[in-house]
């Protein structure tokens, strides 16, 4: 049960930050320097000293919340891998034939999808964050890899698809992580939660996909 | 009506099993399910074949004992103990599937018999309440307030058939175990052990090997007693208490 509570925890931090993240992409609508502005903010590398300065050094902050970060996915991959292993050891030799009711398609993808949500997660991180500068930007100038990348039709198309992973592993995710926390407690409560989760993974996905193809169609960039 | 039923076939627990099909003529639709494997072993009987082997006794839906897959599904096609299932439900001339529970703590005996003795040790794992027995309690000597009596009434109606772990695409036993703690803790009876019970319950389904659950809820969609998925939210609730209380020790 431990590794379950963590599980619903630390998915939750990361669906806060993901929020965040969405919400600070969309800076790239106001322009180049508003966006390098923000993201070098972030950095601790502005002349105010960046985020949180001077409660800790300019440029410290970033170094905490990956580490935060780093730990949240760690923790998750960990717990779901244990429990996925004893889930499967608790299964029998499999009917000749199986009529699932209730279960969802997302429900029933969160671990093999979750994987593949990883990979992308770490395609991701090596595209803007580990490996700067792609497809000839400048690697100061996170807006210029931002356009860069999403001039490619086909990497939005890469990112439109994973996205519907990542959004469809949180529809499940918000709901299943709020019912182990204890927080389905009625037909209501169960309504509510999963009315919010849909409202989480739609509002993700339209707000992460707005921007590369605003990109992609030259409004912005 | 005339059917073809294909049923699993299993001498004994390490034997191998398969799928044997059997066509059944001469059955009413006005026959409860079992009854019509009654129809089939007097038949597999008169021609000196081993009749099927499965489980039943009360046949009125209180007992808990009858099991099968039915199609795929735990208890068949309608919401309620394969022994209130009529053979209504099926169409003349159909196919019909009939498989033991499958879980890892639930070997199979023989055919369609599975051992569930598993649920009877996370019960006892529960330890005991406080409670007299022998003659009725003074009526309002306990007072248990209206809606908590309700929802532990709801949750008292678990027969322990075991339809949830079969159903489970995790084998887990959350549902089961869930009912059993929410009926008691919704009541005053319930509360001195409370936290311990919950602990030690949910480390006794853990340890007989069953799987975690991922609220999906398909142990709720066939529950022949209707036990909601929320009773889950309560067992979490009640065992992140148990986690950071004294008594959950």
Not at chain 1, 11 to 32: C, D, R, S
Not at chain 1, 49 to 75: D, E, K, N
Not at chain 1, 106 to 122: C, E, N, P, Q, Y
Not at chain 2, 213 to 220: D, L, R, Y
Request: hydrophobic share 45%.
């Amino acid at each position: 049960m431990v590794k379950k509570f963590t599980m619903a925890v630390t998915g939750l931090i990361m669906i806060g930050f993901l929020l965040m993240h969405m919400y600070g992409n969309l800076k790239a609508f106001n322009g180049a320097e508003a966006f390098d502005h923000y993201a070098h903010w972030l950095k601790g590398a502005t002349e105010d000293g960046g985020i949180l300065y001077p409660i800790m050094p300019a440029g410290t902050f970033i170094w905490v919340f990956r580490l935060f970060l780093v730990a949240a996915v760690v923790l998750h991959f960990w717990a779901a891998a244990s429990l996925w292993r004893k889930s499967s050891q608790a299964a029998g030799r499999g009917y000749q034939r199986t009529v699932r009711k209730a279960q969802t398609y997302s429900a029933r993808t969160m671990r093999w999808g979750g994987v593949i949500v990883l990979a992308f997660l770490i395609f991701h991180l090596l595209q803007f964050t580990i490996i700067p500068g792609t497809f000839h930007a400048d690697p100061s100038s996170p807006y210029s890899m931002v356009v860069a990348s999403f001039s490619q039709v086909w990497m939005v198309a890469l990112y439109a698809v994973s996205m519907i992973l990542v959004c469809m592993h949180i529809r499940h995710g918000f709901w299943s992580a709020f019912a182990t926390l204890g927080l389905n407690m009625s037909a209501r409560s169960r309504g509510i939660l999963n009315g919010l989760a849909y409202f989480v993974a739609v509002v993700l996905y339209v707000g992460f996909m707005i921007m590369p193809l605003a990109v992609l169609f030259g409004w912005i960039g | 009506m005339k059917l073809k039923l294909r049923i699993w076939r299993q001498a004994s627990t390490n034997a191998q099993g398969r799928m044997v099909e059997y066509e059944l003529d001469g059955v009413s639709e006005d026959m409860s399910f079992l009854e019509m494997l009654d129809l089939l072993n007097e038949e597999l009987t008169l021609r000196n074949e081993e009749p099927v082997a499965f489980d039943h006794d009360c046949r009125e839906g209180i007992c808990g004992m009858c099991s099968l897959v039915i199609n795929g599904v735990a208890h068949g096609p309608q919401q309620t103990t394969t022994c209130q299932l009529h053979m209504r439900s099926f169409s003349d001339g159909a196919t019909i599937d009939i498989e033991p529970w499958q879980a890892g703590p639930f070997p199979v005996i023989k055919d369609l018999v599975v051992d569930r003795t598993a649920l009877d040790k996370i019960i006892q794992a529960g330890g005991y309440i406080s409670s007299n027995t022998g003659s009725a309690p003074d009526a309002h000597a306990t007072p248990a307030p209206k809606r908590e009596a309700d929802i532990a009434f709801d949750n008292a109606t678990c027969i322990g058939c075991g339809a949830c772990v079969a159903a489970c695409p995790n084998s887990s036993s959350m549902l089961f175990t869930a009912a059993k703690i929410t009926h008691l803790a919704m009541l005053p009876q319930g509360q001195p052990e409370r936290y311990r019970r919950v602990k030690s319950m949910v480390a006794a389904q853990d340890e007989l090997g069953f799987g975690n659950c991922t609220n999906i809820g398909e142990c709720a969609a066939v529950c022949p007693k209707g036990i909601p998925l929320e009773s889950i939210s309560q067992l979490n609730r009640d065992m992140m208490k148990a986690m950071f209380r004294g008594d959950g020790k």
